[in-house]
């Protein structure tokens, strides 16, 4: 656990034994990367609320933290730009058909990214901190509200990767459109994402997310929805968890 954040209701779960216990008070990071793989993994799934410094360096910390209106700032605007390239090559009808699939296909981009990249269970000290970077950080501390979003550097650099696999799935005009819809479809989910945490948005969907916090990080790896989870075999198991964590 953390030392100099504390929850009581998370002191019954289980302890790290670790050489030092990671003082959250101070710059994180360099004390997160000393842990084995196997008690991070453990102190990474014990949250606590609060939110920590990463570095000690204001200009590094500073680039850590991205503020919610930056996604749909940012990526609005380029979904738009796709389609209407689409829409100019292909006609509205078509492209609107494409952009559609691209929307719905988003839960299952989310579900993988989540499940198998942002869960896959680091084995050295160098993937230690950057699995902490990347996802371990929201878990350990679900309640940062300004570490809620995707930074916009490695969200475009996934973003250029589904646009090179698409295009060679699709042609070139629906390759467009079906890309515009997908990052219609990651804004919605950023947005969520951020409006569960920030206590703005509440229902089964932000249930489930809460019990994929608090009690199984193994179940309800979808945000904003729940059926790829329900075909996988991994939706949240509601009625296990406690109201009082359900509810935050």
Not at 71 to 90: E, G, K, R, T
Not at 193 to 205: T, V
Not at 221 to 228: A, H, T
Request: proline residues 7%.
């Amino acid at each position: 656990m953390c030392s100099g954040l504390a929850d009581p209701v998370l002191r019954s779960r289980r302890k790290v034994s670790t050489r030092k216990p990671v003082d959250c008070a101070a710059p994180i990071l360099a004390q997160v990367k000393q842990l084995s793989a196997a008690s991070y993994h453990v102190w990474v799934h014990s949250p606590v609320p609060g939110q920590p410094r990463f570095f000690a360096s204001d200009a590094l910390e500073c680039l850590t933290k991205v503020q919610w209106w930056v996604v749909p700032l940012l990526w609005i605007p380029v979904a738009c730009a796709w389609l209407a390239v689409a829409v100019q090559d292909w006609g509205l009808p078509t492209s609107a058909c494409y952009a559609a699939a691209g929307a719905l296909s988003w839960q299952g981009v989310e579900y993988g990214l989540h499940r198998w990249v942002f869960h896959a269970r680091p084995h050295s000290p160098a993937a230690v901190c950057a699995h902490f970077l990347l996802h371990g950080c929201h878990h350990k501390f679900p309640q940062d509200v300004d570490r809620l979003v995707f930074p916009p550097l490695p969200a475009a650099l996934i973003a250029a990767g589904l646009y090179y696999m698409i295009r060679l799935a699709l042609p070139a005009g629906g390759s467009d459109a079906f890309f515009g819809g997908l990052l219609l479809g990651y804004v919605r989910y950023d947005c969520m994402h951020y409006l569960m945490h920030s206590g703005r948005l509440g229902g089964r969907l932000k249930a489930a997310h809460m019990h994929h916090h608090y009690s199984n990080p193994e179940e309800a790896f979808g945000i904003s929805g729940g059926s790829v989870d329900w075909m996988l075999g991994t939706p949240a198991a509601i009625g296990a968890t406690r109201r009082s964590l359900v509810d935050r």
